[in-house]
């Protein structure tokens, strides 16, 4: 895809048809809109034909977002209240999770979005999400003087590569996008881009936004590790920022903006004052002590910070002038006559007994790799402290963590109960000097708490060991200095389980197709003398929903008691160790023998229930392949052959 035009040409095309492919045809029975208090609760099929001429406020919601229930609830209340007044204009809504392709057609990437359509135009939605916001917003939107806003395309497209890096150098801040001609998504994000061109421009200096055919020139592709298309990112002074979040306006102009600001921030020229720069910003502070801005070090200080400016949990900060070593030989003991750089820890966690606030770093020459691994070995406390923002970046890819969950509060008033817990935790940090600790706030980080085995231990502080993103290893009852002690003496013996989400074991489990949760799992896995298929499912996919009344029929079709059939929710229950499963529905079938586990036998067929007869009749270790009997063809009936041909399209998803 990267190497010549003519064969990145030729791919495209191809890699067009299977997104039609992909993401049109999955879609081909979404079923009709309704009705309920003058809202129409949309739907692909009717969609084009309810907005018809009219004018529409659509909002995009997506039911597992806590944020879009708030707003979808603050639409509907401002809706019935327009409805009321009969104010010109009509409401809508789409649930994501039943129709992502209407969401795909206009360009609604992540949740919650609102969308106003004119004539059947949408156009963005440009107020705020509170229900006085939205009310005035759509007033407006129903008048009959309401004219689209006119914009200006300013952005600019790049001829080549060498105009690409003429601009980068040139634009001391732009955002460029790399594109494909071919691709779909490329095409949504045009008229984001316009808008977003539009409010950058009126910034002071001005923004520019750019956009370059990456189909086109592939060497830029390769030199930024692109994965997909269209890609954006920001340049600053040359050095660029992927940006990942959803693609609205909204959040590629924050993002933009938020890279106007100079990540390193200046200090005076004072004894003390790296200190007072870390106790001011309530984090871990990086601070460099330069004699000029001109100097090498510091160039390649700013560049570092840059790098980490979405890392919330440090703050940078530099000290320029004649003064600056003399200050540094003074509270931090450096003897570099060139530049030094401190990393000071919070003044409100605890340090290890004897240790420094803070770490020196003087190497000579400065490299940014060397000195950004030397903030991340030296940036923790004894025990750290990590929010949402900050605890990715800091703890997320560590092998292993112990999570401290308790109320954390700041406020002077109540400080004092909480030092004392973070000291009770410290004393047990003391003695594990190679598992780093961190503490977490029980409400904000509760998902995090959940996900460890904890959502139902209600003590004031509990705790959890975290593997490799993976292995969970809660603490049982509440924590202190002995429990916890002996807990993670227990982990480093091997003689703790690992925790599984699972749901509960049902009371009757005889159904044709039975149910499978974590708990039982290695149960059903250990009597190796039948075979066993298992559907692995969500329960919000459709095609999982369809494929289960097929797998019944296919139990049937097949009668052997030698072959069980089971359903596992992987939602409710974790996936087992060493089992892949990237999309759902997935059908597995786990051989009878002693090795079942190691290679399951995926159904990649048609999904009706003959085609999965035939597949367990061949495969199946307890069976002699066999044809498949003819009885029961009519019986299938229309619906499974609609099922069929409904799922063929699937197959690749």
């Keep these: 895809l990267k190497n010549t035009s003519a064969i990145q040409s030729k791919l495209g095309k191809m890699f067009e048809y299977f997104v039609v492919a992909l993401l049109v045809l999955p879609f081909a029975a979404a079923g009709k809109s309704t009705q309920k208090d003058g809202i129409y609760y949309l739907q692909q099929d009717d969609f084009d034909q309810i907005l018809g001429e009219k004018t529409f406020a659509v909002f995009f919601h997506s039911p597992w977002s806590d944020i879009s229930s708030q707003v979808l609830y603050e639409f509907e209340k401002s809706a019935r209240t327009l409805l009321a007044e009969d104010a010109g204009v009509s409401f809508g809504v789409v649930d994501m999770s039943q129709d992502e ?66 601009h980068i150098k040139k634009e001391k801040l732009t955002l460029i996008d790399f594109y494909a001609p071919w691709c779909n998504h490329c095409k949504q994000l045009e008229p984001v881009l316009v808008e977003v061109a539009e409010e950058l421009s009126k910034l002071n200096p001005p923004v520019t936004v750019a956009k370059i055919d990456v189909q086109e020139h592939g060497s830029l592709f ?77 160039q390649q200080f700013t560049e570092l910070a840059e790098t980490m400016r979405e890392d919330k949990s440090i703050a940078f900060g530099h000290v320029i002038g004649s003064k600056a070593l003399e200050i540094a030989a003074r509270d931090f003991g450096l003897t570099s006559e060139d530049y030094g750089v401190v990393v000071v820890r919070d003044r409100r966690l605890p340090v290890r007994k004897g240790e420094k606030r803070f770490a020196l770093f003087e190497e000579d020459p400065m490299q940014k790799d060397v000195l950004s691994t030397f903030i991340a070995d030296n940036r923790r406390s004894l025990v750290g402290y990590a929010n949402q923002e900050s605890y990715r970046p800091v703890y997320g890819k560590m092998s292993t963590v112990v999570l401290v969950f308790m109320d954390i509060d700041w406020d002077p008033d109540t400080f004092d109960t909480m030092s004392y817990r973070l000291n009770l935790v410290a004393k047990v940090a003391e003695n594990f000097p190679d598992m780093p600790f961190v503490a977490l706030d029980h409400s904000e980080m509760h998902a995090l708490r959940n996900r460890v085995g904890l959502g139902e231990n209600d003590n004031d502080m509990t705790a959890a060991v975290f593997v490799n993103g993976s292995f969970r290893y809660p603490l ?178």
């Design 101 to 166: 392709y209407t969401a795909f057609r206009f360009g609604v990437d992540g949740g919650p979005q609102l969308r106003m359509f004119h004539e059947a135009k949408p156009y963005f939605y440009e107020g705020n999400n509170t229900g006085v916001g939205m009310v005035d917003t759509f007033r407006k939107h129903g008048r009959s003087d309401w004219t689209a806003p006119e914009r200006e395309d300013k952005v600019i497209e790049l001829k080549d590569v060498a105009e690409f890096e003429a």
């Design 222 to 298: 390769e030199r930024y590790e692109m994965k997909g298309y269209p890609y954006l990112m920001v340049f600053k002074n040359g050095q660029h920022t992927n940006f990942e979040k959803a693609k609205n306006p909204a959040n590629i102009v924050q993002f933009v903006k938020e890279r106007i600001s100079v990540t390193s921030a200046s200090i005076p020229a004072v004894s003390g004052a790296a200190y007072s720069f870390s106790d001011s910003r309530k984090s871990a502070a990086v601070v460099g002590f330069f004699q000029s801005r001109s100097a090498f070090e510091f």
């Design 476 to 653: 049982d009852g509440e924590s202190n200095v002995d429990t916890l002690a002996a807990h993670l003496t227990a982990f480093n013996a091997g003689e703790l389980t690992p925790y599984s989400k699972t749901q509960k074991v049902p009371a009757s489990n005889n159904a044709p197709v039975r149910t499978l949760v974590r708990a039982t799992y290695d149960e059903v896995m250990a009597d190796t003398s039948r075979d066993v298929a298992v559907i692995f499912t969500t329960p919000w996919s459709k095609d999982s929903t369809k494929f289960l009344p097929v797998l019944r029929k296919a139990h049937s079709l097949l009668n052997e008691e030698s072959v069980v059939f089971y359903k596992y929710d992987c939602i409710a229950n974790d996936l087992p160790e060493g089992l892949d499963v990237e999309k759902h529905p997935t059908l597995l079938l786990f051989k009878a023998g002693s090795d079942r586990q190691s290679q399951p036998e995926k159904y990649e067929g048609p999904r009706n229930s003959k085609s999965i007869v035939s597949f367990l009749k061949e495969e199946a270790s307890t069976l002699n392949p066999q044809p498949v009997e003819e009885q029961g063809e009519e019986a299938e009936g229309e619906q499974e052959e609609n099922t069929e041909e409904s799922a063929d399209n699937h197959d690749e998803l």
